[in-house]
């Protein structure tokens, strides 16, 4: 069901301008987290980004299954990818054998979002961290 | 009870900056701990081949330099004290091997704790034999132990706290174990100097939580990090350390001056780095739930950890075994030119060629370019290059098969493509392939053991 109003015009944003992350290999699995920028984006991505979407952008990678786990004190959700690695760490012969690289793909991610709501999804200009 | 404690990491793991120790220790001389990690999944496998060419060896030899990069310190008064896992599968040697190199340096009075009692590998052999098909069975495919057994290389189990608390309790400057929960060289030294009781499992959880945290050193102060190009002075990226409080609740920063970044953003991604089910992290020691973990900045390069959940740990201990599993090598080739991806494919497609017409088809190979789309392959649309890299890997359980891939390349630089360059590095080298075999054990299957050096 769209919520949104019929006349707002829909953008189409890059998942790493609403959220940052990083992965890393569990045997022959992967977990790529996604940690969003505000708690408006982690409210649009609790909706958006469903595991069903990140299986089908990932699945030339050969997946067996993504599960979602939602962290909401932390803005942010897991992401374990089963079976991405083509044999894991030890085994795999792709450069990419540690799943390293997934979390700048998975930002990659192209999703719908309305006018309104892209401005409060994205991260702010000030760098709480310096 | 004194607080903060402060507890640092330096080595996130075998193969880290080697200078991390010392330069950590004189940014932050009040620190109380210096916790360094050495072992990921099959580091112990490359241990055994060094072990088996010379049995005094078999763990990270990189760590005595260490340890003698910081005599200076003990020789000038600290009293920070040493938590490492560099004893590999051979801690005692390892714990040799410093103590010579303490005495050399005029540390006399300093004490090494050697905690042994990893090593299961007696143990599933022997107990493989018997009637439970369900023992040590991997815990990722459920195969059974049985179709490696001939092939297993090493079993360790991942230690709790308890034995490296009571090496601290028995007066140990510095303790050099083998396995152990990574996250065990962090909530040791709380559990030894908080008096926590072991049923205390929020705070365990939390300690925990810090342990992962600081576990693989720089990627929580700006390593890997999403917002990696926008952080000063990576050249001199500060290690982190954790001030730990009674309560359990920590603050995790790096030195003052330091180049890096620790930020709500870079605790975030540290906290989630290689998790699974975030309700029900297991360790030795705890089970961690992070459903109502917060993360808080405090200042610049500081960030608040709070409101980690803890419950009973389970019964069993995790194992990492590894065995053997045949052999690989990869090579690669640059090429430039029109329809580069093309041309490198096809050479790609002659060396395997040429490996089926001589007999030795290998069991498994790849063939990438790099570039086009290989880091991961069929994500996105391959765009229009003028250059590649190509990637080529063979696996085979035979070695000549490997090995007949590793002459196969270069004859690509007079009989391939033009613009075929940078084959610089000589002969893919054919190595030995560990497989990983993660599997569960008994507690009481398992006796840590502690010992106490005198230097």
């Not at chain 1, 932390?74 to 760490?89: E, I, P, R, S, Y």
């Not at chain 2, 078999?58 to 004893?87: C, H, M, Q």
């Amino acid at each position: 069901m769209n919520t949104a109003p019929a006349t707002e015009t829909t953008f189409r944003v890059r998942l790493g301008e609403l959220a940052h992350g990083r992965s890393g290999d569990k045997g022959a699995s992967a977990n790529v987290s996604v940690i969003a920028y505000t708690r408006a984006g982690y409210e649009f991505l609790a909706q958006a980004l469903t595991p069903e979407s990140v299986e089908t952008f990932l699945e030339p990678l050969g997946l067996t299954g993504v599960v979602r786990y939602d962290l909401p004190t932390l803005n942010a959700f897991n992401f374990v990818l089963h079976g991405v690695l083509a044999g894991g760490g030890s085994r795999s012969l792709r450069v990419d054998a540690q799943g390293k690289a997934l979390g700048q793909a998975l930002l990659e991610l192209e999703l719908p979002i309305g006018e309104g709501l892209l401005p409060l999804c994205r991260r702010a200009d000030t760098d709480k961290g310096e | 009870m004194r607080e903060p404690l402060r507890i640092g990491n330096a080595q996130g793991f075998w193969g880290d900056a080697p200078d991390a120790p010392a330069r950590l220790l004189s940014q932050q001389p009040s620190l109380d701990y210096l916790t360094l990690d050495y072992l990921a999944e099959v580091s112990l496998s490359i241990m055994a081949q060094q072990r088996k060419r010379n049995p005094e060896a078999g763990y990270a030899a990189d760590f005595v330099e260490v340890v003698r990069s910081l005599a200076p310190f003990w020789r000038n008064g600290s009293k920070v004290r040493v938590i490492t896992n560099a004893g590999g599968l051979n801690p005692k040697a390892c714990a040799e091997a410093c103590a010579l190199a303490l005495r050399e340096a005029g540390c006399e009075g300093l004490r090494i704790g050697v905690v042994t009692g990893d090593d299961v590998l007696a143990t599933l052999r022997a107990q493989c034999d018997g009637a439970d098909p369900e023992l040590f069975r991997n815990l990722e495919t459920g195969a059974s132990i049985r179709t490696v057994l001939d092939d297993l290389e090493t079993a360790n189990a991942y230690l709790g706290a308890r034995p490296v608390v009571e090496a601290l309790e028995r007066g140990a400057d510095i303790v050099v174990a083998g396995r152990l929960s990574d996250p065990t060289l962090v909530t040791a030294p709380c559990i030894h100097h908080f008096g926590w009781a072991w049923d205390d499992y929020n705070r365990i959880a939390a300690a925990t939580v810090a342990g992962h945290i600081i576990e693989c050193g720089a990627q929580v102060s700006g390593g890997i990090a999403t917002r990696w190009l926008d952080f000063p002075d990576m050249a001199d990226v500060g290690f982190p350390f954790v001030e730990m409080r009674a309560d359990g609740s920590c603050c995790v920063t790096k030195p003052e001056g330091t180049g890096g970044c620790v930020s709500e953003e870079t605790v975030k991604e540290q906290l989630l780095y290689e998790i699974g089910d975030p309700a029900q992290y297991l360790s030795p020691d705890v089970c961690v739930s992070l459903m109502t973990t917060r993360v808080q900045q405090e200042g610049p390069n500081r960030v608040s950890v709070l409101g980690v959940r803890g419950s009973a740990p389970p019964s069993t201990y995790k194992v990492s075994a590894t065995h053997r599993d045949g052999f690989w090598a990869q090579g690669m080739l640059t090429l430039f030119g029109r329809d580069v991806v093309k041309k490198a494919r096809r050479c790609g497609e002659i060396v395997l060629e040429r490996m089926r017409r001589a007999g030795y088809a290998p069991e498994r190979s790849q063939v990438e370019c790099i570039g086009a789309g290989a880091v991961v392959p069929g994500v996105f649309d391959e765009p229009e290059l003028l250059e590649t890299v190509l990637r080529i890997g063979v696996a085979d359980p035979r070695r000549e098969v490997v090995e007949r891939f590793s002459r196969e390349l270069a004859p690509l630089v007079t009989a391939g493509p033009q613009g075929v360059t940078g084959f610089s590095a000589g002969r893919p080298r054919v190595q030995a392939v560990f497989g990983y075999w993660p599997c569960l054990i008994e507690k009481n299957e398992v006796t840590p053991v502690v010992e106490v050096i005198e230097i």
